[in-house]
């Protein structure tokens, strides 16, 4: 049977920044990709309205999905109402249960920006609730019971809101695939001018690739790397499941070992 693996972000430029190279590895070993994008970027531009941003966004997310060969789901909320809410966390949970997702990758509790946070708590909720029937989900997906490891990526600037580094549990190695990340964030187009203006990011590719070559530095292994950090066990997989290690092998490398 073919392991599947789901990133979860909060805005559809996300994934690519943070968890594609370790989607398209996974890719690699054998898992199949999918997506899921809680937010529609709808707040993303100075220039553009509402309903034609949101229009540019999706089509350049499904474009971004294409690249990385990920089963894309669409936004469910638009930006900013991203909430703790029990209906969105049905919707949230109906992907995670069609998907039923052996490793989840999404977000770092501890982020500049509440839309990602609370992507993040979405998602955990999300899967831990992945095999309680008496939680009905919109729309109405069947419960499954396997281990669901859930993996939290390193926060925007590597660092938690108050400006403290924020350390990885373990590294992946994604120096072989940054082309296709890099051509995957790219197709975000709509965003370059946005972050310029919104928060001084002077280049939006070159942005994550030096990130990303910031922790391969910070893995002292790899030319460029994605870091990790696990989210607790219980009620999501059986204590010591590393499906990152067993998939990956000498691309994956634990903090322990740097």
């Known amino acids: 049977m ?20 370790t989607l398209l590895v996974l890719a690699e070993a054998g898992y199949e990709p999918h997506i899921f994008v809680v937010a529609s970027g709808s707040c993303g531009s100075m220039l553009i309205g509402k309903d034609e941003l949101v229009r540019t966004r999706l089509k350049e997310a499904k474009a971004a999905a ?7 789901y669409a936004p469910v909320v638009d930006d900013l109402e ?5 209906p969105l966390l049905r919707k949230v949970a109906a992907v995670v ?15 500049y920006m509440e839309d990602h946070t609370i ?23 069947p419960v499954y ?9 390193l926060p925007y600037g590597l660092c938690d809101t108050r400006g403290r580094r924020v350390e990885a549990d373990c590294f992946v190695d994604i120096t072989g ?7 995957a964030l790219s197709c975000h187009e709509s965003q370059r001018n946005w972050l310029d203006t919104s928060q001084r990011m002077d280049s939006y590719v070159q942005s994550m690739q030096d990130m990303s070559l910031e922790v391969g530095r910070l893995s002292r292994h790899f030319k460029a790397a994605e870091g990790w950090r696990y989210h ?21 490398l634990p903090s322990q070992e740097v």
Do not use: W
């Open 2 to 21: 073919t392991k599947t693996v789901l990133a979860v972000g909060a805005h559809p430029d996300d994934v690519e920044f943070m968890m594609a190279g």
């Open 66 to 72: 294409e690249q990385l060969k990920a089963r894309f």
């Open 82 to 86: 991203v909430t703790y809410s029990v």
């Open 97 to 111: 249960r069609e998907v039923q997702p052996d490793i989840v990758l999404t977000h770092s509790p501890d982020e």
């Open 119 to 141: 992507a993040a708590r979405l998602t955990v909720t999300a899967v831990f609730s992945r095999g309680m029937p008496n939680f009905v989900t919109d729309p109405d997906r």
């Open 145 to 153: 019971n396997k281990d669901a490891v859930l993996y939290q990526c």
């Open 177 to 183: 695939v940054m082309d296709t990340k890099t051509r």
């Open 232 to 252: 607790n066990y219980r009620g999501f997989c059986s204590e010591g499941a590393s499906p990152l290690e067993e998939a990956l092998g000498a691309r994956f």
